[in-house]
């Protein structure tokens, strides 16, 4: 705004005190002015943004203007803004396409004047269509990264269809494949007009592959009417070879259309592509869509590590942890430091998976030790440290060349290479109560049912198999999970074996030992009791003993039971519990029947909750078919593993058993299987 301006709006006469002027009606900055009350120039005066008759939005000034308050003589803040979003609202709102957007006092009739013509709506609108178009490298680069991440995900839906090449519905031919710097894949070839920009898409090379596909279109001299050139990039975890044979890109509604590759497929180098990129966006239909893949192509949106710069803006960060949780993505903790500009969002790549962080699930916090390494950065450090939940479907197969992009006010980022050593994977390196490393109030956030449902997957994953070291198979087995304590070890096979060898009433014991606890041991008492009793005995080694429940369908299998007692680790039978075990065994009755453990004073606290599936019996069968239906688990034994509460007809006989100790599983481990149980309708 010019002196010249200011004086004239502010010499200008009129019946009432206010001066005012609109500086700037635009679609991407939205309405900026002044206004002031000459009879009171240091109180605010409020100005609202109109449509036609409609107002919209009103404000207050808050901004100061040094040539308003140099005009007065007095220091001042009449300056105003609405910002875009409000103006978009505007045009929403908008009757008519000829109304005109104005800005009023508020409480007066009387609108300020601009220096060009008010616009209308309908010049608005065309003026924010080619503004979309146009797709500023400023802004709009991390905004198209998302998109064509929404896009592959929408692409899983199609990747379930049958998708065949139908001669009549092919749309054109990829020609030349690139692979950039980043990994991504480009595309060279043609396609019949009239398709989107931007899809999402099924890549079928003996495997179907979701996609996101953006492309530019150009002309060219060798096609037939109603066909164009594309260049664009084909956004996927899959990777062109040298032995790529043919393949196909499906597309559109139900996968109706397709591209077709050449054979053989030609590669180039990203250096090449670039080239034939240049001279082909002379020739663009459409200049908007070029800008943005070329922001792609090179280092704007590229996942090349670009270390300690993010396009001139210093900016610093470290990884401390990852736990990668299959299914569900990867949390997260580390820390960012930038000076310049505000850290706008935070994005993981994996492979060929790209995760962005959760804004429900990330959470800033001080890192003080960082001060030592930035002295004088008091201000940052107070919000340096990050914690985040990155969504998304990677897989521990999938895991290479792992980079986090630092996304920065105005679409800047700056990519770093994250060192597997940080990595923890859930069921194998890591435990369920390390994520509480990252999130302290897990089971309270909001992504935790999907992260109980993927530790359940992550648990069954891990899983081995019953390793056999010995096998007696039997009709009618009595399964015992030895205890890991040494003492409780050797005090359980001298029972068992005195209760063998005062009646030859029980035909087959199958002994369940962790391979982790007292392996050595439970082999030299296991070839005693054979020695002494007689009885036909299998042992059999799982990873962890809290997982014999699950495998129990596997052990029984394997032991060809088709009936059974269950005895699991820590537990030991009473006299009444030895003779209703014979009863059992004996007896070809189908009934479920749980052995009761004695109540203790602890977390046993009447006999309901001493019926549990650490210690009951049934028959294989009715076991199994059960078991194929029954909601997962985590842990030992959550409640009764729905067993007990489930609509299955048993008996209970009470005071049967006892527990050597009290099985207290962590907090979160119980959280996770309410979680689990509630979805699944059993608790």
Request: some cysteine; hydrophobic content about 45%.
């Amino acid at each position: 705004m010019t002196a010249i301006v200011v004086g004239t709006a502010l010499a200008e006469s009129g019946p009432i005190p206010y001066r005012g002027f609109i500086d700037l009606i635009d679609v991407t900055q939205g309405v900026r002015g002044w206004v002031v009350d000459l009879a009171a120039p240091d109180t605010p005066q409020p100005v609202m943004l109109m449509v036609g008759e409609i107002v919209v939005a009103e404000v207050l000034p808050e901004g100061l203007r040094e040539d308003i308050s140099e005009a007065l003589g007095i220091t001042v803040t009449p300056g105003f803004a609405f910002d875009a979003a409000t103006l978009a609202l505007a045009l929403d709102l908008a009757d008519k396409f000829d109304d005109v957007i104005s800005v009023r006092i508020a409480g007066a009739d009387h609108h300020l004047a601009c220096a060009e013509p008010l616009p209308t709506v309908e010049q608005l609108i065309k003026q924010q269509r080619h503004q979309s178009m146009a797709l500023p490298a400023h802004s709009g680069a991390a905004d198209f990264e998302l998109l064509l991440d929404d896009l592959r995900a929408d692409a899983a839906a199609l990747a379930e269809l049958a998708l065949r090449p139908v001669p009549e519905n092919l749309q054109g031919y990829i020609e030349t494949l690139a692979v950039d710097t980043a990994g991504q894949v480009w595309m060279v070839g043609w396609m019949r007009d009239g398709h989107l920009t931007e899809f999402s898409a099924v890549i079928s090379e003996r495997r179907k592959v979701p996609a996101a596909v953006a492309i530019m279109t150009y002309t060219r001299d060798d096609l037939p009417a109603g066909a164009c050139g594309v260049i664009g990039l084909l956004s996927s975890s899959w990777r062109p070879t040298s032995a790529t044979a043919e393949f196909f890109v499906f597309f559109g509604t139900g996968g109706r259309f397709h591209l077709r590759s050449h054979v053989p497929m030609r590669l180039i180098t990203a250096a090449e592509l670039l080239a034939e990129y240049e001279g082909a966006r002379e020739r663009c239909l459409g200049e908007g869509r070029s800008a943005a893949l070329q922001r792609m192509l090179t280092s704007m949106e590229s996942w090349m590590p670009s270390r300690s710069t993010g396009q001139g803006f210093a900016t610093e960060t470290s990884v401390d942890r990852i736990m990668l949780v299959p299914g569900l993505g990867c949390l997260v903790e580390g820390w960012v430091i930038s000076p310049m500009k505000r850290v706008d969002g935070l994005r993981l790549r994996i492979g060929g998976a790209v995760m962005a962080a959760q804004s429900d699930a990330t959470y800033w916090k001080p890192r003080p030790d960082l001060l030592e390494t930035f002295p004088g950065s008091e201000a940052l450090i107070t919000r340096a440290g990050f914690v985040a939940l990155f969504s998304g479907a990677v897989e521990p197969d999938e895991f290479t060349d792992p980079v986090l992009k630092i996304v920065l006010e105005g679409g800047a980022s700056a990519n770093w290479p994250i060192p597997e050593r940080v990595f923890r994977r859930l069921g194998h390196s890591a435990r369920i109560e390390d994520a509480l490393r990252f999130f302290p109030a897990l089971a309270e956030e909001s992504f935790f049912p999907r992260f109980a449902d993927a530790a359940i997957r992550a648990q069954r994953g891990a899983m081995g198999a019953p390793v056999t070291l010995a096998l007696a198979r039997t009709r009618r087995a009595l399964v015992l999970v030895l205890p890991e304590d040494r003492c409780d070890l050797f005090l359980l096979f001298a029972e068992v074996t005195q209760q063998c060898l005062a009646d030859g009433s029980i035909e087959g014991i199958a002994f369940i030992a962790s391979s982790k606890a007292n392996r050595s041991d439970a082999l030299w008492l296991f070839r005693e009791f054979e020695t002494e009793t007689g009885v036909p005995a299998s042992l059999l080694v799982i990873d962890d003993a809290a997982h014999a429940f699950a495998l129990l369908p596997d052990i029984l299998r394997d032991i060809s039971a088709n009936r059974f007692v269950f005895v699991g680790a820590g537990v030991f039978l009473t006299s009444a519990g030895w003779h209703y075990v014979r009863q059992i065994l004996q007896s070809g009755g189908p009934d479920l029947s749980f052995l009761g453990l004695e109540p203790d004073e602890f977390d046993q606290r009447d006999v309901n909750d001493c019926v549990t599936a650490r210690c009951f019996a049934w028959t294989t069968a009715l076991f199994v078919r059960w078991a194929s239906t029954a909601a997962p688990y985590l842990g030992g034994y959550f409640k009764e593993n729905g067993l007990y509460r489930s609509n299955v007809a048993h008996v209970v006989h009470h005071g049967a058993a006892r527990s050597s100790r009290t099985v207290l599983p962590p907090r979160i481990e119980e959280a996770v299987n309410v979680a689990v149980y509630s979805m699944a309708g059993q608790y």
